[in-house]
């Protein structure tokens, strides 16, 4: 109360003569100003709404999940697991799949009908889109980050973009010497600002070198074998590989020694074995390995197919339950999920790598079309089509720990892929 | 509408007539058909028909095919492409009403 009592006279001693002097001398030549305080009130306004619908935060937890038959993409948080934003407008999204920038805040969605769509992920909306081809199929990014590529079906060939703008690059057609167009499938990013794909209708494997942008240097192996259908490139992006359907086997090409040319592994692996009707093709994606071995799916067969990475020989068949789609492995090698083709996609199974059998399986619901995992395996997101859901299970207890809505989901991307070579 | 939907009746029942098979799939197997013809069949033939790993299934893509061709090539597959043949999932009936549903677009 003292204290309180004797600051009064202190005010009025100090402030009281002060603030009359400071009303006449220091606010009134202030009046012109008033319009500009007033827009810069607005601009401070309009900047904190961007703010809002851009918040500062990491994007290196987040993801994006194809919505297929309603061409949109959900941006979804894999901490929170909750959907954040649904964008709209992409085209046709069957067989979709996507890339990110090196800073992971920009995805690349590669869409059937041709459209390249680059998606703000931290605003949560479309940035830019081009419609590039008639008939498309899958992108990479290089290994710098500058360039996105796309490989179409028609016209066949691989068009190059600049990441910032979408700006085209370069051009590269899948002719051969006789004029034959083809379709491109397995397009991969390699080291060295190098993009590696295979021709489906000619049996052929390229190699671009983008090192300079404006005069790309491309290398052809021919005779790869009958209908390459799809490729993937090792995490330390030395070998290519890509699945035959034409045959029973798969070609193999050293990005460091390609003076050796293309060879042929797991040559006849289901010889003497019917194959089967393939109602979905298989995709090779990523690298499933654990220690020496690599898990790839088979063709028309009901197996996964073990193979030793250094000698490239069969190590052993896994039965599965149906013919593998993906074949993907859990961060740390411990564990490869498979889902299947239809009519027996409903159901996903997991191999344990050490004693090579099918140590668990599961019905998360018809259509079970894509599987992603968290950056270190301790969750996995799975796609379930035909139920219009996501969902997120604990990898060591097989639990599901939450579900998502998703219409007619197919592919997960988490933004971890920024870092990985060949995805 | 009402007339549409009559003008489709009576060229199925034809259908079904010249072509010797039974009465067109019900309406529960047609919109099952519709869904594979879209997620399945679209896998390959895009969810929009326009073609993808195999080729495009529009209307104009189908015009100068025959439709015993057409129903031969899904029930038993394309040898060579990786065409499946569906028989076991299809019956000849399914099949040739797909083929018309191709024809006349539907479902895009």
Redesign the interface.
């Known amino acids: 109360m003292k204290t309180h009592k004797g600051s009064v006279p202190f005010f009025r001693k100090h402030c009281g003569e002060v603030m009359p002097y400071r009303r006449k001398r220091v606010l009134t030549p202030y009046v012109p100003y008033v319009p500009y305080l007033l827009l810069a009130l607005l601009l401070t306004a309009m900047s904190l709404a961007t703010y809002a619908a851009c918040p500062v935060r990491g994007t290196g937890d987040l993801g994006i999940v194809i919505e ?2 309603s061409g949109s993409v959900l941006v979804v948080d894999t901490t929170a697991r909750k959907r954040l934003a649904r964008i709209e407008g992409l085209g ?1 999204l ?2 979709a799949s996507v890339v990110f920038s090196r800073d992971e805040r920009y995805a690349y969605v590669f869409g ?2 041709g459209g390249l769509s680059k998606i703000d992920l931290l605003c949560g909306r479309l940035d830019k889109r081009v419609l590039q081809a ?2 498309s ?1 899958v992108g990479a990014i290089s290994q710098d980050g500058s360039l996105v590529a796309v490989s179409n ?2 016209p066949g060939g691989v068009k190059v973009f600049a990441a910032d703008s979408l700006q085209l690059v370069a051009d590269l057609p899948a002719r051969d010497k006789a004029g034959h167009s083809s ?1 491109v ?1 397995g397009l991969v990013d390699a080291p060295g600002n190098k993009f590696v794909y295979s021709l ?1 209708d000619l049996g052929e494997l390229r190699i671009a070198d983008l090192s300079d942008p404006a005069a790309p240097v491309v290398t052809t192996f021919t005779d790869i074998g009958r ?1 390459p ?1 799809d490729g993937l490139i090792t995490p330390d992006g030395r070998n290519y590989i890509a699945g035959l ?2 045959e029973d086997g798969l070609a193999l090409l050293d990005l460091w020694h390609p003076d050796e040319g293309v060879q042929r592994i797991l040559d006849g692996y289901g010889r003497g074995e019917e194959k089967l ?5 298989p995709h090779l994606e990523g690298w499933a390995v654990a220690g020496r071995n690599v898990f790839i799916p088979a063709v028309g067969h009901h197996e996964v197919l073990v193979v030793d990475r250094y000698s490239w020989k069969e190590v052993a068949r896994i039965p599965v339950h149906g013919q593998p789609v993906f074949v993907v492995a859990r961060p740390d090698g411990r564990q490869v999920w498979v889902n299947f083709a ?2 027996l996609n409903d159901t996903v199974q997991v191999i344990d790598t050490q004693s090579m059998q099918v140590v668990h399986s599961m019905q998360p619901g018809d ?1 079970v079309l894509h599987m992603e995992f968290a950056p270190r395996g301790e969750f996995v997101w799975l796609s379930v ?1 035909d139920i219009d859901q996501v969902q997120v299970y604990d990898t060591e207890s097989f639990e599901r720990i939450a579900t998502l809505e998703a219409e ?1 989901p197919s592919g997960i991307f988490f933004t971890a892929r920024a870092h990985r070579t060949g995805l | 509408m009402k007339q549409n939907h009559y003008k489709q009746l009576v060229f199925c029942l034809l259908a079904a007539m010249v072509t010797g098979s039974m009465a067109a799939p019900d309406t529960d197997r047609q919109a099952e058909l519709l869904y594979l013809l879209k997620h399945d069949c679209g896998s390959c033939h895009g969810m929009t028909r326009k073609g993808g790993l195999g080729p495009p299934l529009l209307p104009e893509n189908l015009q100068d095919q025959s439709s015993e061709l057409l129903v031969n090539t899904v029930l038993d597959g394309r040898p060579g492409t990786p065409m499946p043949p569906w028989r076991g999932e299809l019956s000849e009936q399914d099949a040739r009403w797909l083929i018309e549903a191709m024809r006349r677009g539907e479902g895009l």
Do not use: E, Q, W
């Open positions: 297929r038959a046709d069957s067989h059937r009908d008639g008939n199929i079906y028609t379709k499938v489906y209908l259908y359907f034409g009707p393939v109602y979905k093709m239809h009519p259509g089509r007619k």
